[in-house]
């Protein structure tokens, strides 16, 4: 298991070199305070234009005890008055997850994010249907994983992340798994145990 803090910041129009300095600056600061951290442009479907930024941490002890860190770290407190100076974005979070199947995949920087509406009584089956697509894909070079919301204003979901080298091989999966009889099948399947409700594409900068 892995845990994710994730927040994500959509800049103002003509601000988003701004934000882009400060979510790396923000990024410099968790890294400090022992977490792995990814910074991603939202390239298409939900939140498209934004940014995220992921921490992962190797335990909920060690996020509760970074974040203790973050709070005391004098470049987080230099950086949240110049935010309020001079504000150029709108943040949501930190959310933090767990993963629940797989883990997350640094050396894919395109990552293909889909979430669903899942009763947590249905949330065991749903993941067993994740083997069958990694069975579909066994020809590609791409990891799969999924993550459930710990900390976040909508519990009742799971997050599944298709990792990719280029945003190229994401295209050649898509056209030669996603839209294959095989994997659509197992869409059908999974529309009984839920409902997809977003998908969006990340590229790691």
Known sequence: M?????????????????VTNRVRSMAGIVARAGA????????????AGSL????AWENFE??????????????RQKLLHERELNPAGEMIGPEVYRTVY??????????????????RENLGEALAILPDIEKLGKDHDYKLA????????DLGRMVVLYYYKTLEELGIAIDQIGMSEEFQKIV?????????TKS??????
């Open 36 to 47: 792995r951290v990814r910074i991603g442009n939202v390239v298409g479907g939900e939140g």
């Open 2 to 18: 892995t845990v994710i803090s994730m927040r994500q910041i959509t800049p103002k129009i003509g601000k988003t070199e701004l």
């Open 146 to 153: 999924a993550a459930v919301p710990v900390i976040a204003d």
């Open 200 to 205: 969006r594409v990340v590229c790691i900068i």
């Open 62 to 75: 060690s996020l509760s005890s970074g974040t203790v860190k973050i709070a005391a770290d004098p470049a």
């Open 102 to 119: 797989g883990d997350l995949a640094p050396d894919y920087p395109v990552v293909m994010q889909r979430e669903y509406s899942v009763p």
């Open 188 to 196: 059908l399947k999974a529309n009984t145990l839920g409902t997809l």
């Open 52 to 55: 995220h930024m992921y921490a």
